[in-house]
């Protein structure tokens, strides 16, 4: 295990890294690679998300399909200072599990650009798609 301590300008984050293909932030698990399940659409992320469990994408921490799941807005703006303790985060965006409440003729969610912390709003059936981060519950 490896402890880290970061400071963000929102307060003071603390991290874990679990050494099973992990990474505790605030008391969130999150997958420690957070490229692996690459680039979908907001619906297949969804479901992907799922279906993840121990064994998949370095994992080694006994989680089962189900324990994961896309993080809130909330939780990926928290993430965003503790990126540098993950494997392949991309400078683009990723999804969150956040659904836009404004005005919008089809289905959109809030995403969150990793290089720069800009937030935007994608298209969840869009063909073009945004990387996927599966966080879940701490123990």
């Not at 402890?3 to 992990?22: D, E, M, Q, R, Y």
């Not at 997958?31 to 297949?44: M, P, S, V």
Request: proline letters at 3%; one cysteine or more.
């Amino acid at each position: 295990m490896v402890f880290c301590s970061l400071i963000a300008t929102s307060g003071a984050a603390w991290c874990v890294n679990n050494g099973n293909g992990t990474v505790t932030v605030n008391g969130l698990v999150w997958l420690e690679d957070a490229g692996c399940l690459g680039r979908l659409n907001w619906y297949d992320a969804m479901a992907l998300v799922k279906d993840l469990a121990d064994g998949r994408c370095g994992l080694k921490d006994k989680s089962k399909t189900g324990d994961w799941r896309l993080p809130t807005i909330e939780e990926l703006k928290n993430i965003y200072s503790a990126k540098s303790q993950f494997k392949n985060v991309w400078p683009n965006y990723y999804w969150s599990s956040s659904t836009y409440q404004g005005n919008s003729a089809f289905p959109i969610a809030w995403c969150m650009r990793m290089d720069n912390g800009d937030l935007y709003v994608g298209a969840k059936g869009g063909s073009s798609g945004y990387y996927v981060w599966p966080v879940r519950a701490g123990q």
